[in-house]
């Protein structure tokens, strides 16, 4: 087997509230292998958005190991676990979390601002991300001159332009309506087919069912893993 390009062991995550403890994941083991489409399900407070934090290295583990990419991400300094995080994972979230301020070119060049690319290598290389999500013809435009959907886009385009290995997506369609969220849907898919991991956390079914594998938590546990419909269907 090809090695995982994530692999959590007795992963768990505990808040210090005021009646005491509050074990918010108990001791997860799961391991995503490069090219899989997962869906991690579950009703609020599962531990879904928890497990997605560590996972992004947004957060720390209180006990257990995980490893990004085959290295301990539990036993690296904030320089090296920058450094893995910028070359290994793209980010979408529900928000988008676009700088209104900023040009869309310059909203998707911004991840390789902190990687050193020159500006000329970034306005290009935004470009052709903006291309990819069929938005190049807005790249001058500001995020509040196009619609929730484009934004979206534009966000996947960010995500992407550090050629990552594993995308995150926490609840990518959540601000979407159903037409706008289906189209998003499709350009994860056809991202996968390319072969990129793809991990997205979500709350509506209809949009899990695009991935090739469902992971459901509850009560901070895994409760079940199975594979979907969609698994060895022709890309």
């Known amino acids: 087997m090809t ?3 994530i692999r959590v062991v007795g992963l768990g995550k505990s808040y210090e509230t005021a009646a005491g403890l509050f074990p918010a994941l108990k001791g997860v083991d799961l391991a995503i292998q490069p090219g899989e489409y997962l869906a991690i399900m579950g009703p609020s407070g599962s531990g ?3 497990f997605m934090n560590l996972l992004g290295c947004l957060d720390t583990p209180t006990v257990g190991d995980y490893f990004l990419a085959g290295e301990n991400v539990a036993h690296m300094d904030k320089d090296a676990l920058a450094i893995l995080r910028n070359r290994t994972l793209g980010f979408v979230f529900q928000g988008f979390n676009l700088l209104p301020r900023m040009s869309l070119q310059d909203n998707v060049a911004l991840p390789l601002v902190y990687a050193g690319f020159d500006k000329e290598t970034r306005r290009a290389k935004a470009r052709e991300l903006l291309g990819k999500v069929g938005l190049s013809q807005y790249a001058d435009s500001l995020p509040n001159r196009i619609s929730g959907g484009q934004q979206q886009r534009v966000a996947i385009a960010r995500a992407l332009v550090n050629e990552p ?12 309506d159903s037409h706008t969220s289906e189209e998003i849907m499709k350009l994860f898919d056809e991202l ?5 991991t793809i991990v997205l956390v979500t709350h509506e079914q209809d949009i899990a069912e695009h991935a090739k ?6 009560d901070g546990q895994v409760v079940s893993d199975h594979l979907t419909e969609r698994q060895g269907l022709p890309c």
């Open 165 to 176: 290995r594993l995308i995150l997506a926490d609840e990518p369609t959540g601000n979407l």
């Open 3 to 5: 090695d995982a390009v």
């Open 48 to 50: 879904k958005s928890t």
């Open 213 to 218: 594998r469902q992971v459901k938590f509850l």
């Open 192 to 196: 996968n087919r390319e072969g990129i």
